[in-house]
């Protein structure tokens, strides 16, 4: 964990438009470096492709048939990611939060809607949302997840699938109409047309909108009977809705089922599948539950509370760009689901912002999360799982993705194998199965061009997860040419700033840094781990890289 210690003086710099001059204010203090959301680096990883901890549990429900190339599980599960967190890859990286694809049981059966027999492997198609799938692991395996993490200064993310169930197979039959639609597809015209209507053919859309009392799914009570759990889920779920007076409605069903993981394990937060697909005030309502279940599990779990930070919820609205602020426009209606619900949404406009230069995307990121965000949040990205027109999908800029990822105000969703310069074109593949292929270990433990790569995004990660100015501080460009900015951030008595130069020559070079930083002060490098001292206003390098990532030693 980062420390800070400040200097016992003050230095005011007036703010100006012209020259965009920061004021610092420094005390003395030694502090925590504090864990900000608005600021993290989040690693998304799909569990069944990342890393096999576990073989005797690839194979479940007699998922045996023949899929189409990559659809069908590869191995990856829970026990394989705390296998990295203890190795230290992810604190090598910098990465200070997980977001897990899901990991509660999917279809049994496996369905072709175009694409080639595929299973549930990504973890979309739910079947139980109160078991794991196997495949995924067990609960146990769950808990020495978050423990694991948590000890490593990690948060866990699960992702949440509120809108819908699984496809439908000869194993997984439908569930009754009293919880699901079948129909109408999805329009995507207007509001209604994308809320109330199935996503796509074979995948029955949850009623959330009804408030009517609905018995539980036949199958679902016989699966439970069958495993020996019908008494304590029926329970539970006697005392959820006696404790919250909701109907027995479908959606209220499943957010006590999803809650649960809180309470019990820990989680740090969710990512919500397909927002815009649901009512606004599903996630008001889904928001309260979370907030409950987390204040639930830190007052039975006193010791293992990481800070005071309250639950984290980030949404996912198909093309929602930061540039739309609060309000996402379905043409007749727009909708603020940052209202009372989200800390954050993912922003699908970065890959379209990073064709251009730094700071356009950083003075732009830091106007918009500084006005109509401010207090909320943002989620870059430029790779992801479903995204088909990633920034660079013939991974030909991973240097340059890097650094504008990392580097840009907001939180960064590094996509597993970014790092790495996994392929995201698998040949043989149909539709986004090719952003998936399993994660390239043996070219991060065996290729030269692989390990220089890793390393320029270790350096980088590292460098965010040690400085929340960097993603949550204001951005203020000292210079074009170097190209030369700084990043200022305050919490109560916390204070970080940041230098940053991109872009520069190799070999000797200057930076101008006086709106920052005395004569006299002792700065570092983190990127060549160079200590250089401020004269005449400036710090003077050699260093064989294009970047100087500055901070106070």
Request: glycine share 8%; net charge negative; hydrophobic share 35%.
């Amino acid at each position: 964990m980062k420390y800070i210690v400040l200097i016992p003086f003050f230095i005011l710099i007036l703010l100006s438009c012209s020259d965009k001059k920061q004021e610092k204010v420094v005390d003395i203090k030694t502090i925590e470096t504090p864990f900000i959301w608005e600021a993290a680096n989040l690693y998304f990883l799909l569990t069944d492709r990342f890393n096999n901890g576990d073989t005797s549990n690839d194979i479940s429900f007699d998922r045996t048939k023949e899929t189409a190339k990559l659809r069908g599980f590869k191995g990856g599960d829970i026990k394989g990611i705390t296998q990295k967190i203890k190795e230290g890859y992810f604190t090598n990286l910098g990465v200070n939060a997980i977001w897990l694809s899901p990991i509660v049981e999917q279809i049994h059966g496996g369905t072709d809607e175009g694409t080639g027999l595929t299973y549930g492997f990504h973890g979309y198609w739910t079947k139980d949302w109160t078991a794991l799938d196997p495949n995924f692991g067990t609960k146990n395996d769950l808990q020495e997840l978050v423990e694991t993490a948590h000890k490593n200064g990690i948060r866990i993310v699960l992702d949440a699938v509120i809108n819908h169930t699984g496809p439908v197979t000869e194993k997984d039959p439908v569930w009754p109409d009293s919880w699901v639609r079948t129909g109408p597809p999805c329009g995507f015209q207007d509001y209604e047309s994308t809320v109330t209507c199935t996503l796509v053919k074979n995948l029955p859309d949850i009623l959330t909108e009804s408030n009517e009392a609905v018995e539980l799914p036949p199958q679902l009570v016989e699966k439970w009977k069958n495993e020996g759990r019908y008494d304590e889920e029926i329970a539970e779920l006697d005392a959820f809705f006696k404790r919250t007076g909701y109907p027995r409605a479908p959606r209220f069903y499943i957010m006590k089922w999803l809650t649960d993981y809180i309470v019990e394990f820990g989680i740090d937060g969710y990512r919500v599948d397909t927002v815009k697909h649901t009512e606004e005030y599903v996630w008001q309502e889904f928001r309260t539950e979370c907030d409950y279940a987390f204040a639930e599990w830190k007052k039975n779990n006193v010791d293992k509370v990481l800070d005071d930070n309250n639950f984290y919820l980030v949404g996912e609205i198909y093309n929602y760009n930061i540039s739309s602020g609060r309000y996402y426009d379905f043409g007749d209606k727009k909708v603020n689901y940052f209202d009372k619900s989200f800390n954050g949404l993912i922003n699908f406009e970065l890959k379209y912002d990073a064709i251009k230069d730094y700071e356009h995307i950083f003075s732009k990121y830091d106007s918009i999360l500084n006005s109509e965000l401010k207090g909320y949040g943002t989620l870059n990205y430029l790779t992801s799982h479903d995204d088909g027109q990633p920034f660079d999908a013939k991974r030909e800029k991973t240097y340059e993705t890097a650094t504008k990822l990392l580097l840009s105000p907001g939180t960064s969703q590094m996509y597993y194998g970014d790092e790495s310069a996994r392929s995201l074109i698998i040949e043989g593949t149909a539709g986004d199965a090719t952003l998936r292929s399993f994660m390239n270990w043996d070219a991060i433990q065996n290729n030269t061009k692989t390990k220089e790569l890793l390393t320029h995004w270790q350096k980088l990660g590292q460098f965010r997860n040690q400085h929340p100015s960097v993603g949550a501080g204001r951005h203020h460009k000292i210079s074009d040419a170097p190209y030369v900015f700084s990043r200022s951030f305050s919490k109560d008595t916390y204070i970080d700033n940041v230098t940053v130069g991109l872009d520069l020559k190799s070999g000797a070079k200057e930076l101008n840094i006086s709106s920052v930083y005395k004569d006299g002060m002792v700065l570092n490098d983190a990127y060549s781990n160079t200590e250089v001292i401020v004269e005449n206003g400036s710090v003077y390098l050699n260093t064989p890289f294009s970047i100087v990532l500055l901070e106070q030693k």
